[in-house]
């Protein structure tokens, strides 16, 4: 049950010094369109579940597995039965460079069934049984397997995607689209062009823009302006820069963009989101899901 809205904001009120909620669900209630800056990951148990992310309609069966990135508004429909719902902050995995690759899989929303392959759809239910056991059993090293099982699992999830893309002729097209999500990441500050990141991949434009969406789930201008505002989230909670100098500094050319994008991408414009954040974290009885 959501207790607090502000808006269709929600904030996640993760137990003191932690930052990871695991909920036994059993709940027969509507959740209403809202985001959070955690990370979601539903499975249901019993029954299957329903979620609406942006537009899309997500339909899960038992033991199916569901990855809502953190900022995407999502919906969760009534229905019978019995599912994990789990909240985690992923401020850990942002600008860290030893997770470059990993930042398709956090940006878009992520449905593992059957269609993918029995053999995945066991091991992340597994990966999900051990984090159920860990959160079950806490203790002061908890957290810290539990966020290695969450990587491992995200892991899992990009070996599987790039499984589904074709390689090229000398078998480099994963190599080759790590050093493009790094090049991404060490430069979206910058005026990043599709036809600059086709001449660092080595191929034409048109055919990099199709390879793009296929390895990424998304185009490229989404996944940059998804990497421009997390940048921007950081520097908007953690300093006291300007909403001009954030955009700057974030890789957007006007302000006009840079509100534009981040209310489409976050639901808020970035002084809301600031002040929605600061007010989140002085509360002396923060809102519960």
């Given at each position: 049950m959501i207790v607090?809205?502000?808006?269709?904001?929600?904030?996640?009120?993760?137990?003191?010094?932690?930052?990871?909620l695991l909920y036994d669900n059993m709940e027969c209630e509507e959740y209403p369109p809202h985001w959070h800056n955690a990370m979601e990951i539903i499975m249901p148990l019993t029954n299957g579940f329903e979620a609406i992310c942006g537009n899309r309609e997500y339909i899960m069966s038992e033991r199916d597995l569901l990855i809502i990135p953190s900022g995407v508004l999502h919906s969760l429909r009534a229905k019978e039965g019995r599912r994990l719902i789990m909240l985690i902050d992923n401020a850990a995995f942002i600008d860290n460079p030893a997770l470059t690759d990993?930042?398709?899989?956090?940006?878009?929303?992520?449905?593992?069934?059957?269609?993918?392959?029995?053999?995945f759809l066991d091991l992340a239910g597994s990966i999900m049984r051990d984090i159920y056991v860990l959160y079950s059993?806490?203790?002061?090293?908890?957290?810290?397997?539990?966020?290695?099982?969450?990587?491992t699992l995200l892991a899992k999830v990009k070996e599987y995607q790039l499984s589904q893309v074709k390689y090229n002729d000398d078998g480099r097209y994963a190599e080759t689209f790590s050093v493009v999500l790094r090049y991404i990441d060490q430069n979206y500050m910058n005026d990043i062009t599709l036809e600059e990141l086709s001449s660092v991949a080595g191929y034409s434009t048109y055919h990099f823009s199709r390879l793009f969406k296929k390895y990424s789930n998304t185009t490229f201008i989404n996944f940059l302006n998804r990497r421009r505002v997390r940048a921007a989230e950081?520097?908007?909670?953690?300093?006291?820069?300007?909403?001009?100098?954030?955009?700057?500094?974030?890789?957007?050319?006007?302000?006009?963009t840079?509100?534009?994008?981040?209310?489409?991408?976050?639901?808020?414009?970035?002084?809301e989101y600031k002040k929605l954040y600061k007010m989140s974290h002085t509360s002396d009885d923060p809102p519960r899901k």
């Open positions: 607090h809205l502000n808006g269709d904001y929600e904030t996640v009120d993760y137990v003191k010094d932690r930052s990871v990993l930042t398709a899989v956090m940006a878009e929303t992520v449905l593992i069934n059957k269609e993918c392959s029995q053999e059993n806490f203790n002061e090293v908890s957290e810290v397997y539990i966020y290695i099982k969450v990587l950081m520097m908007l909670i953690e300093g006291d820069m300007s909403i001009t100098d954030v955009a700057m500094q974030s890789g957007f050319s006007s302000l006009t840079f509100n534009r994008v981040f209310k489409l991408i976050n639901g808020y414009t970035p002084s």
